[in-house]
């Protein structure tokens, strides 16, 4: 099984909300990623979790904040979007962060958020 | 830096019809090879994967052999079918132990007509 899921499906926000996206996943992996993805574009790398630790943050604005409580959930934190924001996200995951195919990424089927 | 190029398309095929996807990539020493596979309001699937110089990935009919002399991860399929509509990415990552998120192509979209 190489499920991640990942609530809601579709999101629509005003500008002063504050909203949260949620992905699960129970194969036992230990890295689960963020990205952006804006249409016809591919997904842009925004966070990445290690061991429940914080890895990698691509310099992405305070207004997305994430979480990741425990191995087999991650969280996103929406605050004081801009309609600039309105995309795809997508949830992954992985073995690890080791060598070859363990870093092989699983994907969600993406959360659709539109912020007007 | 690393980086992914493909052809972006929309590639237009009649059902039955030869596919090849070109891909070839820039990276610092031996990557990871993918092609994942979106269709119409959905995520990424992953479609086939290659960890080393040689490999074949294959699935669904669909097949891609990782070439280090050429830098390449073509994606093909003998008869292709109505429902193969999609974009798909084709995608690396450092195969070294760390950190990292995907490098994609900017996608092919193609379209299978009846």
């Known amino acids: 099984d190489t499920e991640v899921t990942q609530t809601p499906k579709h999101l629509v926000m005003g500008m002063t909300n504050k909203k949260s996206l949620k992905c699960e996943q129970h194969m036992g992996h230990r890295a689960m990623y963020w990205y952006k993805q804006k249409a016809k574009k591919p997904p842009e790398l925004m966070f990445v979790?290690?061991?429940?630790?914080?890895?990698i943050n691509e310099s992405v604005p305070s207004r997305f904040s994430p979480e990741c409580p425990n191995s087999s959930l991650l969280n996103l934190h929406l605050h004081a979007l801009q309609p600039e924001d309105s995309a795809l996200y997508l949830c992954a995951s992985s073995q690890d962060i080791g060598q070859g195919a363990r870093k092989t990424q699983y994907f969600g089927p993406g959360t659709r958020l539109l912020v007007l | 830096g690393n980086s992914v190029t493909q052809m972006e398309g929309p590639v237009t095929l009649s059902e039955e019809a030869f596919l090849t996807i070109n891909c070839t990539y820039t990276?610092?020493?031996?990557?990871?090879l993918f092609w994942y596979v979106q269709y119409p309001g959905e995520g990424l699937q992953l479609l086939l994967k290659?960890?080393?110089?040689?490999d074949k990935g294959s699935n669904k009919g669909f097949e891609a052999t990782y070439r280090k002399e050429t830098t390449s991860f073509h994606l093909e399929k003998g008869s292709v079918q109505v429902s193969d509509s999609a974009v798909y990415f084709c995608a690396l990552i450092r195969t070294g132990g760390g950190a990292d998120g995907l490098t994609f192509g900017k996608g092919t979209h193609l379209i299978i007509q009846p």
């Open positions: 290659a960890t080393k110089a040689d």
């Open positions: 990276a610092t020493g031996y990557p990871s």
């Open positions: 979790y290690s061991y429940e630790k914080l890895s």
